[in-house]
């Protein structure tokens, strides 16, 4: 009877590794935005994002717009190398200061 439990146990974690290995490109943003909203210090500008180690085959950059005062816009762009597809998009709004700013303190 344990035999079979471990046997289950083996099967779901293969079935749930399979499903990590064929995320879309959505999830692929979605992590990259997870990391680019770690600090609450941001610069405008493109930074390119390497995905070749965990996802071979695409490529990305977070691009940080400063929409207001201290409002920044992220856009985490994912492209398969050698295209054949549209680039796919998830933005996200974040709360935080300037890289070179020196908050409230004079």
Sequence with gaps: MAIFAILE???ANIRNA????????EEKAAM???DAVQTNKFEE?????????VY???????????VETNLYRIDA???KDGGGS?????????????????????
């Design 86 to 106: 549209a680039p796919t998009t998830l933005s996200t709004y974040v709360y935080g200061q300037a890289q070179n700013s020196t908050g409230l303190h004079p």
């Design 45 to 53: 500008g493109s930074v390119p994002v390497d995905l070749s180690s």
């Design 32 to 34: 990259m935005l997870a």
């Design 56 to 66: 071979p085959g695409y490529s990305g950059e977070c691009v940080y717009t400063l």
């Design 18 to 25: 399979r499903l990590l290995q064929e995320t879309g490109d």
């Design 77 to 79: 762009v994912v492209t």
């Design 9 to 11: 146990l083996v099967s």
